[in-house]
């Protein structure tokens, strides 16, 4: 684990192009791991692509869907896919460079 979050580390100065291209991530870059950034983005394009589909979304405000309890951070029933950003307290604490 110790070393997993040095390569979370050494991320910080490598975010690929398609994360820092999107607006709703651009107040948890550099700020939670590679790792959880990508898997957030995962989520985003998730929602995005329902939304096409024309699948109206659940907004759970606080869902417990797997995605959502097993990583700690908010799944595609809750992440906004307008351009709002994502609050870095959604994120659990485990994810942050920070602590
Ligand atoms: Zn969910």
Known sequence: ?????GQAMN?????PLDLSNTPELRDLTRK??????TEVKKQITLAKK???????RAWLQNCQCHAARR???P?????PTNGDT???NSIAP?????N
């Not at 684990?1 to 979050?5: G, I, K, P, S």
């Not at 991320?11 to 975010?15: D, F, V, Y």
């Not at 329902?50 to 109206?56: F, L, T």
């Not at 799944?75 to 992440?79: A, I």
């Open 1 to 5: 684990m110790q070393r997993l979050r």
């Open 11 to 15: 991320g910080r100065n490598r975010i």
């Open 32 to 37: 939670i791991s590679l790792f959880a950034l």
């Open 50 to 56: 329902e939304e096409s589909e024309g699948i109206i």
């Open 71 to 73: 990583y700690g951070f």
């Open 75 to 79: 799944c595609y029933h809750v992440v």
């Open 86 to 88: 994502i609050p870095l």
């Open 94 to 98: 485990f994810w942050r460079l920070d």
